[in-house]
């Protein structure tokens, strides 16, 4: 038997916040539940299943009442003062006191106990922070999908008043965390040099690709005939500010319009209130925007686009990002339009890979992408698909990467 595949002796507590959206990352993870003594997730709803799942509603929210009354907007406001880091924190109260007698007793029977986070929500790194400083013997691994202060999305979202305060729990998270996991090189490097965390605790590991999620699209693109409707995807939210420029993008495709291209930019899972403002007419010609539905079939759907669109906006914390959806871009075979930073890590990866087209975003975006159509329809310049690296995201991989960290 391969050493990767014994079987540990960990009992592993995944740490989540609602099974329904567990996130792509976590449910691959959890395949690999035969390899350890006992691997349980920790989550809000659903339901239990034997000793697999813990399911915890947390404590009650008071100003739940006011969505009930139409009050949401203000519901929000007093959230963000009463609250840190946001209401989520009623959840990590509700785990860290379940899950402290738990662990209690199954120390003192002798088990090994790792709790693994995955974050955002940044808010669950707490529940890994206080169960180390009651059980320092337990192994904390965070994995840090998108970090924290350094992403000015998240950042923007905590109230001034409590901007420090997250700077001091971050910090003391990062230092009590056995092990912090990062989605790339370039972001490991932040770790390091910006938060002083040495490299011997910080692993790097990509996220995934997963075969079986959809049949493989293996087809030609084919040249548009009699200006016929070239169609864009765009998997997940595209109106994120300021990290992903919704309004940039959408008012570049509405200018690729006027200057006579038929195409159309369509949207999958962006139903927020920024995205529904800015498509007034959901079915106007520049951008569609479709329903909420699953994984695959969100996948399924955009698979039958002509290109796959990634977006990031010129700041620092977008130069480090690992699209999450980037993987399930190189399933689907279809080129991918990077409209990001040049230096960035997806621009890298989109070249390495031969996948895609970068567009930068700190240049003009609607001439970028008329070279792009025009230069494609001729077949000029096309990239060429590098397997090899394309193989490094199949779960096949990563998913030995993930044991080797936990056999260590």
Not at 63 to 91: A, D, Q, S, V, W
Not at 208 to 213: A, I, L, S, T, W
Not at 219 to 232: G, L, P, Q, V
Not at 251 to 272: M, P, Q, S, W
Request: aromatic content about 10%; charged content about 30%.
């Amino acid at each position: 038997m391969n050493s990767l595949q014994k079987k540990s002796d960990l009992t592993l507590y995944i740490i989540s916040y609602h099974q329904e959206y567990i996130g792509h990352r976590i449910e691959l993870f959890l395949k690999l539940k035969k390899y350890f003594r006992k691997m349980i997730l920790v989550c809000r709803y659903g339901s239990a299943n034997n000793e697999e799942n813990i399911i915890i509603k947390g404590y009650p929210n008071p100003f739940g009442l006011l969505r009930i009354i139409g009050l949401n907007k203000l519901k929000i406001k007093l959230e963000k003062y009463f609250y840190f880091p946001t209401h989520k924190i009623l959840y990590v109260w509700d785990v860290k006191r379940k899950l402290k007698k738990r662990i209690k007793n199954e120390l003192k029977r002798g088990e090994k106990i790792a709790i693994f986070i995955s974050v955002p929500p940044h808010d669950n790194s707490i529940i890994g922070l206080a169960l180390k400083k009651i059980f320092p013997q337990i192994i904390l691994v965070i994995d840090w999908r998108d970090l924290w202060s350094y992403d000015e999305f998240y950042l923007q979202k905590t109230s001034a008043l409590y901007k420090n305060k997250l700077l001091k729990i971050e910090k003391e998270v990062l230092n009590n965390c056995d092990l912090n996991i990062t989605t790339n090189y370039k972001a490991k490097e932040v770790l390091n040099k910006n938060y002083n965390i040495s490299s011997e605790k910080i692993r790097t590991i990509n996220h995934p690709f997963y075969e079986k999620d959809i049949l493989i699209h293996d087809e030609k693109y084919s040249a548009k005939k009699n200006n016929e409707k070239i169609k864009i995807g765009f998997l997940g939210y595209l109106f994120k500010p300021p990290k992903v420029p919704g309004e940039k993008i959408v008012a570049a495709f509405r200018e690729l319009r006027k200057k006579g291209l038929n195409v159309e930019l369509n949207i999958y899972g962006d139903r927020t209130l920024a995205a529904k403002k800015s498509v007034k007419n959901e079915n106007e010609p520049a951008v569609v925007l479709h329903k909420r539905t699953s994984h695959k079939k969100s996948l399924m759907e955009i698979a039958k686009c002509d290109f796959l669109l990634l977006a990031l906006s010129d700041l620092p914390n977008c130069k480090i990002i690992m699209h999450s959806k980037f993987p399930h871009y190189l399933l689907l075979k279809k080129p991918i339009i990077a409209i990001v930073p040049q230096n960035s890590y997806i621009a890298e990866l989109v070249k390495k890979t031969g996948t895609g087209y970068i567009v930068s975003i700190g240049e003009n975006i609607v001439l970028q992408l008329l070279r792009i159509f025009q230069h494609h329809e001729k077949n000029k310049n096309r990239p060429t698909r590098n397997e090899n690296e394309i193989n490094k995201f199949s779960w096949d991989n990563i998913s030995k990467q993930w044991l080797q960290i936990f056999k260590e």
